[in-house]
C-alpha cells in the first residue's frame, strides 16, 4: 500500500530520496536491472517503449532518445522498483513530487498493490478515481484515490 507522509513528518528511520534522479537512479545504476516490471512503468507512465536499458523510442516521434529524456516521473517509479526488486524499499522514503497523476495512479494501482511504500509529495494530483486500493495517509487507510486526495489535503494543513 501507499504510505504517504507529509514532508514535515517523514520518519526518521526511512532515508529521505529528495531528488531521485540524483540520488538514487544514477548512484544505483538503475538501469543495469532492468525488466519487465521497468518496461511496464515506461509503457504505461510514457507511453513509449524500452530498446535497451540506455535508449527509449521518442514520445512524440519514433526517433530512438536516451533513457535520461524520460520524464521525472517515470524515473522516481523506476527508482522505486529497483527498491523493490533489491528488497530495500523498507528503509527509503522517495519524494514523488516530480510524478503526475498518471504515474502516482500507477504507483497506488500496480506498484503498490501488494508491497507497502513510503513516500511524500508537494502536490495533489493523484490521477484518476480508482476504487478497491489501499492508500495509507499518516494513520488513515483510505479506499479510493479521491479519499487519499483529501485525506492529504487534510494532513497537510494540519502542519501548519
Known amino acids: ?9 517523514i520518519p526518521h528511520k526511512l532515508l529521505n530520496i529528495k531528488i531521485p534522479w540524483n540520488e538514487y537512479f544514477i ?3 538503475v538501469t543495469r536491472f532492468f525488466d519487465e516490471t521497468d518496461i511496464k512503468i515506461v509503457e504505461a507512465v510514457e ?3 524500452l530498446l535497451n536499458a540506455s535508449t527509449i523510442y521518442g514520445k512524440f516521434s519514433d526517433m530512438p532518445i536516451g533513457i535520461g529524456c ?9 527508482c522505486i522498483n529497483h527498491a523493490i526488486k533489491t528488497e530495500k ?3 527509503y522514503i522517495f519524494n514523488i513530487t516530480s510524478c503526475g497523476g498518471n504515474a502516482i495512479n500507477y504507483l497506488i494501482t500496480v506498484m503498490a498493490k501488494d508491497i507497502d511504500i513510503n513516500c511524500y509529495c508537494e502536490h495533489k494530483d493523484f490521477g484518476e478515481n480508482r476504487e478497491n486500493i489501499k492508500v495509507k495517509v499518516g494513520n488513515k487507510v483510505v479506499t479510493n484515490i479521491l479519499d487519499a486526495k483529501q485525506e492529504y489535503m487534510e ?3 494540519e502542519d501548519f
Request: with cysteine.
Open 1 to 9: 500500500m501507499l504510505c504517504l507522509y507529509s514532508e514535515r513528518n
Open 27 to 29: 548512484k544505483k545504476r
Open 47 to 49: 507511453n513509449s517503449s
Open 70 to 78: 524520460l520524464s521525472e516521473g517515470c524515473k522516481t517509479l523506476l
Open 89 to 91: 524499499i523498507t528503509e
Open 155 to 157: 494532513m497537510d494543513r
